[in-house]
């Protein structure tokens, strides 16, 4: 029971944050287009990591992390204030480039062309 607990708990951070990091002022993190890619909270509820990336690059999410760093009493403010836990946790910010990956690999995916697809294309004219 208890591993289902920490993983609601998980989720809830998740949404919660994903909406205070729109309200966040700082010019470094409002003018990117910044997404929490996953959170992971400890057992006891003290730290909560937090992976975020953006569609600009790792350079980028790290300029972002350095605002969500300064912003982080307010964040954790807010976050206790939105959910009811007897103990917020910390939070952790950690810079990942998983957007930019997964778009280079949906790109790559794309400028391949199927082998099958141009010999069906020869036969069919035949």
């Given amino acids: 029971m208890p591993g289902h607990k920490l993983g609601r708990i998980t989720e809830d951070v998740k ?3 994903s909406a205070i990091l729109r309200e966040v002022k700082d010019p470094r993190v409002k003018d990117c287009f ?5 959170v992971e909270v400890t ?16 350079e ?8 969500l760093k300064s912003a982080a009493g307010y964040i954790r403010h ?7 836990l007897r103990h917020v946790p910390e939070l952790l910010f950690k810079a ?10 949906s790109r790559m995916l794309h400028d391949l062309v ?7 294309e020869k036969e069919g004219e035949e």
């Avoid at 199927?114 to 069906?120: R, Y």
């Fill in 96 to 105: 990942t480039d998983s957007i930019e990956y997964g778009a280079n690999i």
């Fill in 15 to 17: 949404r919660e944050l």
């Fill in 60 to 67: 980028r999410t790290k300029t972002a992390v350095t605002g």
């Fill in 43 to 58: 057992n006891d509820l003290s730290y909560c990591t937090v992976y975020v990336s953006t569609m600009e690059g790792l």
């Fill in 114 to 120: 199927p082998q099958g697809s141009s010999e069906a």
């Fill in 78 to 84: 807010e976050l206790g204030h939105r959910l009811s």
């Fill in 34 to 38: 910044l997404s929490i890619v996953r």
